[in-house]
């Protein structure tokens, strides 16, 4: 995989190393002979992998998912924190394809030295790549995974039960952001009649569905649900179903490679009116294929930028010369890619790494409690986040902007 090769900067490895990622104390490093160089990996090479979208309609997504890892990697060589042990990332593509993601699981849990795993990014790749790390008892750790039955099964309100031991997430899920959306569109935006729309995937169709219930229970009338193909460019007959009902907003689950030209379309079908959807929506690459200003959007957590726990991480990428933006995964795969990490440094100790360390590793990572980038990190008997916090974003001529004061937790 192609991976940016740059020499880790002095911010890095000087005194700018001071993350909050993962709450370690990252003093100043030596001098220029310090960091990686001078670190002892005579016990070998540990792999931390990564499975995510690196090609494809959902690319911008992963490259800020696959570079953010790299970056925690990078990091983490420079400073030791793995005694004995150089670390490897290993990102692999799966094109946001199910099947092509079980066969990089595969590949990955085939390596008895990978440690970990970050990702994935997509709910239904997450459901074929989930058992066969957790077969190996390899750790995996999303970042962008909202489909509530991933840590809570097949009946996630009235029966939750844990699906595997070595899954966890730090982004929250569906049975949040749905709800959380509902309010701000219903009470906050003021609209009542809302034509639901999604894209028939398990994240799409869940986040639609939860969204539908809570607009219902506000008082607003869901006038149509329904659905299109995820490789759909042309909505003629879906927007021809709607405009009778006159629908003063669309609410789509799904992500913007079909919500950005849906939004161009209803406008030039005379329907002028906000498309709403949910963090796979949160990109630039949403208004260049047709997101118009007024345009909403969830997104998981609180905006990176206005973070004071995520300043280091954002001067760090910047120092890093990627070429791509850490986009709206970016804190939460670096907090993701440093829990495994420091789970890997406490399961080993000074001791050497084997087979058996893959099941400490996953019992650390359960037992994390510290300060992210992305904000606090601690997980459930789920395997899910504790930190439930969401934000409303609105086109604003280019790009997605925080709405001010939306930061926070769907409460009811």
């Known amino acids: 995989m192609t991976r940016r090769r740059t020499i880790v900067t002095a911010a890095i490895l000087a005194g700018a190393l001071g993350l909050t990622a993962c709450g370690t104390n990252r003093e100043e490093a030596p001098g220029s002979g310090g960091g990686a160089a001078s670190c002892d990996t005579s016990k070998g090479t540990l792999t931390i992998g990564m499975v995510a979208p690196l090609s494809g309609g959902l690319s911008e997504l992963g490259l800020g998912m696959r570079n953010s890892a790299d970056l925690a990697v990078d990091q983490a060589n420079a400073k030791c924190t793995v005694p004995g042990y150089k670390l490897v990332f290993q990102a692999e593509d799966d ?18 030295n990978v440690i970990g795993v970050v990702g994935t990014l997509n709910t239904s790749t997450s459901q074929v790549v989930q058992p066969t790390f957790a077969a190996k008892k390899i750790v995996q750790i999303s970042p962008a995974n909202t489909g509530p039955g991933l840590t809570l099964g097949a009946d996630p309100i009235n029966a939750p039960k844990r699906v595997v031991d070595s899954y966890f997430r730090v982004a929250t899920t569906d049975l949040i952001q749905g709800p959380f959306a509902a309010n701000y569109l219903v009470q906050k935006a003021g609209k009542k009649n809302i034509a639901v729309i999604d894209d028939g995937k398990s994240y799409g169709a869940g986040l639609a569905a939860e969204f539908a219930k809570q607009a219902t229970k506000l008082g607003a009338t869901v006038v149509a649900q329904e659905k299109v193909g995820e490789k759909d460019t042309d909505f003629a007959g879906v927007i021809t179903k709607i405009r009778g009902l006159n629908p003063d907003a669309v609410y789509y689950g799904g992500e913007y490679p079909v919500a950005g030209p849906l939004s161009k379309q209803l406008k030039e079908n005379g329907l002028d009116i906000p498309v ?29 930028e206005k973070l004071p726990s995520a300043t280091q991480f954002i001067a760090d990428y910047k120092a890093g010369n990627y070429a791509e933006g850490y986009s709206a995964y970016g804190a939460f795969t670096y907090d993701a890619t440093n829990v495994i990490i420091q789970a890997t440094a406490k399961a080993l100790g000074s001791g050497a790494y084997s087979d ?57």
């Open 95 to 112: 094109q946001a394809n199910p099947q092509i993601a079980g066969q990089a699981a595969t590949k990955l849990a085939s390596d008895a």
């Open 276 to 304: 709403m959807g949910g963090d796979g929506i949160v990109d630039a690459k949403f208004v260049s294929l047709g997101g118009k200003p007024g345009d909403l959007a969830t997104n998981v957590g609180a905006p990176a």
């Open 356 to 412: 058996a360390t893959r099941a400490e590793i996953v019992k650390a990572v359960q037992a994390t409690n510290t300060q992210g980038a992305g904000g606090p990190i601690a997980f459930d008997q789920y395997g899910d986040t504790t930190n439930k916090v969401l934000t409303v974003y609105e086109v604003k001529t280019d790009k997605f902007e925080p709405v001010e004061g939306t930061t926070g937790s769907f409460e009811g």
